[in-house]
């Protein structure tokens, strides 16, 4: 790509944030999605180690 | 197909490879879609803010694609009892209002230089979608606000479902009203009247924007998921 592509000329101010608060809508998403299913995941792990240290038959 | 995905066993197995295949084949779809529309030639009419068509047309689709999986969602659970199905709907919510501001904010940085105002309240178009995201976000608020976890989704189910009226208000708010806001150019009776060296981009970051929503969706239900076994395993351990 260009640079000639990326010149916006007088919109520039309209663009590029337009294009800024989609990656910055992305990157919450992502990031927000990926936390909360780690959190969860490693939680569950932790509260089934302790219940098989509590009861080994489970 | 969904049957089998009805089962939260199979679903974890399911998602475990689809979301992250599903994302990047988003990546490769939005990061060619939007390579090829920065090197379109600028339109004769909106010069360069033409391209933010390009963010801003997917965004308002997976927006409202998001509030029908919603909907039939909260349907499935509201009516089956399924628990996947109410995982499901609370994974998706945050996503739809994320995509519905997205839509707002890159629409009006559009409105700004090409109508000469940021937002006009008179547009039954700009308006339905606003009400689209008060939706999501008083969906989330009224699961957030009820400590009983299924008194909490039935509330919200049964708003997510009075809220289905508002996607044919959006889609035909341009024909049944005088807007602002243009009239259908893509997915209209006799074809698009989009030039094809836009239409193309669009389309392939359309279908990125929905393959990212899908990659999205899938994970975040596997951590709704993981957070009610999680609930009860807690429950579990306090009860023995």
Same mark, same amino acid.
């Given at each position: 790509?260009?640079?000639?592509?990326?010149?916006?000329?007088?919109?520039?101010?309209?663009?590029?944030?337009?294009?800024?608060?989609?990656?910055?809508?992305?990157?919450?998403?992502?990031?927000?999605?990926?936390?909360?299913?780690?959190?969860?995941?490693?939680?569950?792990?932790?509260?089934?180690?302790?219940?098989?240290?509590?009861?080994?038959?489970? | 197909?969904?049957?089998? %995905?009805?089962?939260?066993?199979?679903?974890?197995?399911?998602?475990?490879?689809?979301?992250?295949?599903?994302?990047?084949?988003?990546?490769?779809?939005?990061?060619?879609?939007?390579?090829?529309? %920065?090197?379109?030639?600028?339109?004769?009419?909106?010069?360069?803010?033409?391209?933010?068509?390009?963010?801003?047309?997917?965004?308002?689709?997976?927006?409202?694609?998001?509030?029908?999986? &919603?909907?039939?969602?909260?349907?499935?659970?509201?009516?089956?009892?399924?628990? %996947?199905?109410?995982?499901?709907?609370?994974?998706?919510?945050?996503?739809?209002?994320?995509?519905?501001?997205?839509?707002?904010?890159?629409?009006?940085?559009?409105?700004?230089?090409?109508?000469?105002?940021?937002?006009?309240?008179?547009?039954?178009? %700009?308006?339905?979608?606003?009400?689209?995201?008060? &939706?999501?976000?008083?969906?989330?608020?009224?699961?957030?606000?009820?400590?009983?976890?299924?008194?909490?989704?039935?509330?919200?189910?049964?708003?997510?479902?009075?809220?289905?009226?508002?996607?044919?208000?959006?889609?035909?708010?341009?024909?049944?009203?005088?807007?602002?806001?243009?009239?259908?150019?893509?997915?209209?009776?006799?074809?698009?009247? &989009?030039?094809?060296?836009?239409?193309?981009?669009?389309?392939?970051?359309?279908?990125?924007?929905?393959?990212?929503?899908?990659?999205?969706?899938?994970?975040?239900?596997?951590?709704?998921?993981?957070?009610?076994?999680?609930?009860?395993?807690?429950?579990?351990?306090?009860?023995?």
């Amino acid at each position: 790509m260009t640079g000639a592509a990326l010149d916006m000329g007088r919109y520039a101010a309209s663009v590029w944030p337009a294009y800024a608060a989609s990656a910055a809508g992305f990157a919450w998403m992502i990031i927000d999605t990926l936390v909360r299913a780690r959190r969860a995941r490693r939680a569950v792990e932790t509260l089934e180690s302790d219940r098989r240290a509590r009861d080994p038959k489970t | 197909m969904i049957a089998t %995905l009805a089962n939260p066993l199979k679903f974890m197995a399911f998602s475990r490879w689809a979301a992250p295949a599903l994302g990047v084949v988003a990546a490769i779809l939005i990061g060619w879609g939007l390579a090829l529309g %920065l090197a379109a030639p600028p339109d004769y009419q909106q010069g360069e803010t033409v391209r933010i068509m390009f963010v801003h047309v997917p965004a308002a689709w997976v927006s409202m694609l998001a509030y029908a999986c &919603l909907g039939a969602a909260s349907f499935v659970s509201l009516v089956f009892r399924h628990a %996947l199905a109410d995982a499901a709907a609370r994974a998706v919510a945050p996503l739809g209002a994320m995509f519905t501001a997205m839509a707002l904010i890159t629409g009006s940085l559009w409105g700004r230089p090409m109508w000469g105002a940021w937002w006009v309240w008179g547009d039954a178009r %700009l308006v339905s979608v606003l009400v689209l995201f008060l &939706l999501f976000v008083g969906y989330i608020a009224l699961r957030a606000s009820i400590e009983d976890e299924v008194k909490a989704a039935r509330a919200a189910e049964i708003l997510a479902l009075i809220g289905l009226i508002n996607l044919p208000v959006i889609k035909f708010s341009v024909n049944w009203w005088n807007t602002l806001h243009q009239g259908e150019s893509i997915m209209r009776a006799g074809g698009s009247t &989009l030039a094809p060296v836009y239409l193309l981009p669009l389309l392939l970051v359309g279908a990125g924007y929905s393959a990212a929503f899908g990659a999205l969706w899938l994970a975040r239900t596997r951590g709704e998921v993981w957070r009610r076994r999680g609930a009860s395993l807690t429950l579990q351990a306090a009860l023995s």
